[in-house]
């Protein structure tokens, strides 16, 4: 429990007790993230399904949207800017990193961010607010879950600092393992069809890892960010598209 409220710590911007922790503890509390991504994920499945009891699906699914903004601060979103402001000129590595360490939003950013939030809210506005409730809770799992895994499968840009510090600490197996929980989620909502929207994430973030790398090296601290943004994405489209041809969540859960 220590553990997740530290990540809760993190992650958010809840009343939880900030801590100045070393390499080797702040390792171990990455493998929380996951869960604390469930938590999180409740919380704003709730605003949704609340909302959306009496408000139009388009509405619902921008306060469960604003609700997880405000929830985390705009971490990842700030995250998925600064990547984006980075990569999408034409710079040289050590100028990219420059430019992510800016508290200035650019161009490549601003549409980033707002790019990301539209296709969030147009996807989860088109599910049900059970299906979409559920489908939070896995987008939020799945996205930390993906942090976990980029951090244990790839390496940090520089091989000095706090993020290559803890990175090293990081024991991989662990972090694979503890990355898996998103997909057993997936798979406990949607069933087998989970599979699926995990591999979506997957091949998305495959293809940005590709390109972070070819232009960066490695990743850094708001890639993460965005990393945790292409996650949330692909599993909420994934399963607009899914629930748009007919398929179901599992129907063990309740409202399933």
């Not at 009891?53 to 604003?66: D, E, I, N, R, S």
């Not at 984006?84 to 980033?112: C, H, N, Y």
């Not at 997957?202 to 070819?214: K, T």
């Not at 960010?225 to 598209?241: D, K, R």
Request: glycine letters at 12%.
């Amino acid at each position: 429990m220590r553990g997740l409220l530290r990540a809760l710590s993190f992650l958010t911007r809840g009343p939880f007790p900030a801590e100045d922790l070393r390499p080797k503890e702040l390792a171990r509390v990455i493998l929380w993230f996951p869960v604390a991504g469930i938590t999180i994920g409740g919380l704003v499945a709730a605003v949704y399904w609340v909302a959306a009891q009496g408000l139009p699906p388009f509405v619902a699914a921008t306060l469960a949207l604003l609700a997880g903004i405000a929830v985390t601060g705009g971490l990842h979103e700030d995250g998925l800017g600064d990547t984006f402001d980075a990569l999408g000129g034409r710079s040289t590595p050590k100028e990219m990193l420059m430019i992510m360490k800016d508290s200035r939003q650019g161009t490549f950013g601003v549409l980033a961010i707002v790019g990301s939030v539209m296709l969030r809210v147009a996807a989860l506005a088109a599910l049900p607010a059970a299906v979409g409730a559920w489908t939070l809770v896995v987008a939020h799992c799945v996205s930390r879950s993906a942090v976990v895994g980029v951090m244990a499968t790839s390496k940090p840009v520089s091989s000095r600092g706090l993020g290559a510090a803890y990175a090293k600490e990081l024991h991989h197996i662990s972090a694979l393992l503890t990355a898996a929980l998103g997909s057993l989620l997936a798979v406990v909502v949607w069933g087998v069809d989970g599979f699926l929207i995990v591999g979506v994430v997957v091949v998305v973030l495959a293809i940005f890892m590709a390109w972070v790398h070819r232009n960066l090296g490695g990743y850094t601290g708001d890639v993460l960010g965005a990393v945790e943004q292409f996650a949330q994405a692909g599993v909420l489209v994934a399963a607009a598209w899914m629930f748009g041809r007919g398929w179901e969540i599992a129907p063990w859960l309740p409202w399933g």
